[in-house]
């Protein structure tokens, strides 16, 4: 099955712990994006890649990370997470470069106290 | 930075009624233009899509519109059923960033 898969699903954690969440798509996409959804705010890019080893920052790439040294996988890392990074975060693929439909995964929500 | 502005951020209709969401965005050198709907609790799909080079795309119930000089999209939903309640977010798509507007929540009242 056609997929986008994210772990963990649900995070909760302190200040300072650094964390990855882990994204991978078996279609062979070369486009991958991470966003971060909060109430009011819709949808925001934080790091698209659209390649392997080709990544840029979008809107809201502060106190993030990420690599792509498979084509598959897309990790976000977050070195020291703060409370403001609270939120719902979703991994996206597509064919190609932004034209062509997202795939979202199923989200992961994370709490940073 | 780029923008995508969307309206309204709330929307009522009554069953059977159409709805209708309204984008303008900033950068001229956007040429793609999705909307997804996103029902409580579930990840963002693709409803419908289209290219700066037509003018509007039809999916049964469902149409968007796109005015390039003006830089408007809108999407139109016709006789509007109970699950057409979701999120819809627009977006614009230059090369590579994409821009989504904030969302609208749409109700289907009985």
């Known amino acids: 099955e056609a997929q986008v898969t994210q772990n963990p699903r649900y995070l909760i954690t302190v200040t300072g712990k650094k964390l990855t969440v882990t994204c991978s798509q078996n279609m062979n996409h070369e486009y991958m994006s991470w966003y971060r959804q909060d109430p009011g705010l819709g949808l925001r890019q934080i790091y698209y890649s659209m390649n392997v080893e080709v990544t840029d920052k979008g809107d809201v790439p502060e106190g993030y990370k990420v690599s792509r040294k498979e084509k598959r996988n897309f990790p976000l890392i977050l070195e020291s997470p703060s409370p403001n990074q609270t939120s719902l975060y979703f991994c996206?693929?597509?064919?190609?470069?932004?034209?062509?439909?997202?795939?979202f995964g199923p989200g992961t929500r994370l709490t940073v106290t | 930075g780029e923008n995508v502005e969307q309206h309204p951020s709330t929307l009522s209709v009554q069953e059977g009624d159409s709805a209708v969401i309204k984008c303008t965005y900033s950068?001229?050198?956007?040429?793609?233009f999705p909307w997804y709907k996103q029902e409580l609790g579930k990840r963002p799909q693709l409803i419908i899509d289209i290219r700066s080079n037509v003018g509007e795309k039809k999916d049964q119930r469902i149409a968007v519109t796109l005015n390039k000089t003006a830089k408007h999209f809108s999407l139109h939903i016709t006789e509007t059923q109970p699950e057409d309640s979701a999120v819809y977010f627009c977006?614009?798509?230059?090369?590579?960033?994409?821009?989504f507007g904030k969302g609208t929540r749409l109700h289907i009242l009985p």
């Open positions: 977006a614009a798509v230059g090369d590579d960033k994409i821009i």
């Open positions: 996206a693929s597509s064919f190609r470069q932004g034209g062509h439909e997202q795939y």
């Open positions: 950068d001229s050198a956007s040429n793609y």
